[in-house]
């Protein structure tokens, strides 16, 4: 199985910080890297697919970026609905994985 | 806009087989182009991919499951479901179904999920 990694597993942030968020695979993915948000008690939101694309209706502050093993989401200026929880997941090979998990706060 | 709908019951004995039912709406599972997927999430936990079934093509189950998980298609209903054996305690968790995209060349991420069904495995 690939194994997906994140870091930091939490962090606090105001309002209009930019904030990064890391993932790495245990071995190359090229690019089949996805994103997703996932707020208390709702089920996951897809933000990015193939590590830099925007899925339709999701604001441009998310950036995705990398390729290989390393994977960047960037969020450049954090708003109030943006306070959740971040998924990376691997689409390369089954089964697909997901990594821990960052959960972003309110500093 | 397709919209999926997991239902179940809530509450499995130990031992017994958990069955859940995804209903696809705005949409046909025979269209093609997706995997129509099983995720979990155990309770304050991250989330555990089950597995997926392709109409007309693929199945894969994760082999952490120890062959216990079962995906298929029921056409007639638009639907898919899962079957899961002998489940325990560490089965207890939230069951989504999503959808992921898929073409000839690429896959496009899970973009569409249910809300989530609430399984407890207790006697």
């Known amino acids: 199985d690939i194994q997906m990694t994140q870091s930091p597993s939490s962090l606090s942030a105001s309002v209009g910080d930019r904030v990064t968020i890391t993932c790495r695979a245990s071995?190359?993915?090229?690019?089949?890297l996805n994103w997703y948000q996932q707020k208390p008690g709702k089920a996951p939101k897809l933000l990015i697919y193939?590590?830099?694309t925007l899925q339709g209706g999701v604001p441009s502050r998310f950036i995705g970026s990398g390729s290989g093993t390393d994977f960047t989401l960037t969020i450049s200026s954090l708003q109030p609905e943006d306070f959740a929880t971040y998924y990376c997941?691997?689409?390369?090979?089954?089964?697909?994985?997901f990594g821990p998990g960052t959960k972003v706060d309110i500093k | 806009q397709v919209q999926l709908q997991e239902s179940g019951p809530g509450l499995v004995k130990p031992s017994q087989t958990l069955f859940l039912t995804c209903t696809v709406s705005?949409?046909?599972?025979?269209?093609?182009?997706?995997?129509w997927t099983w995720i979990r999430q155990l309770p304050g936990k991250g989330l555990e991919w089950i597995g997926y079934?392709?109409?007309?093509?693929?199945?894969y189950y994760n082999p952490s499951l120890q062959s216990r998980a079962t995906i298929s298609i029921d056409t007639s209903k638009n639907q898919f479901s899962l079957n899961l054996s002998s489940v325990t305690a560490a089965d207890t968790a939230v069951y989504y179904c999503?959808?992921?995209?898929?073409?000839?060349?690429?896959?496009?991420?899970?973009?569409?999920w249910g809300q989530g069904t609430t399984v407890t495995v207790s006697s």
């Open positions: 193939s590590a830099s």
């Open positions: 705005g949409g046909s599972i025979p269209s093609g182009g997706y995997y």
């Open positions: 999503a959808r992921e995209g898929r073409s000839r060349v690429s896959y496009y991420g899970m973009d569409v």
């Open positions: 071995q190359s993915i090229t690019t089949y």
């Open positions: 079934i392709y109409y007309g093509g693929s199945i």
């Open positions: 997941q691997q689409s390369y090979g089954t089964p697909r994985t």
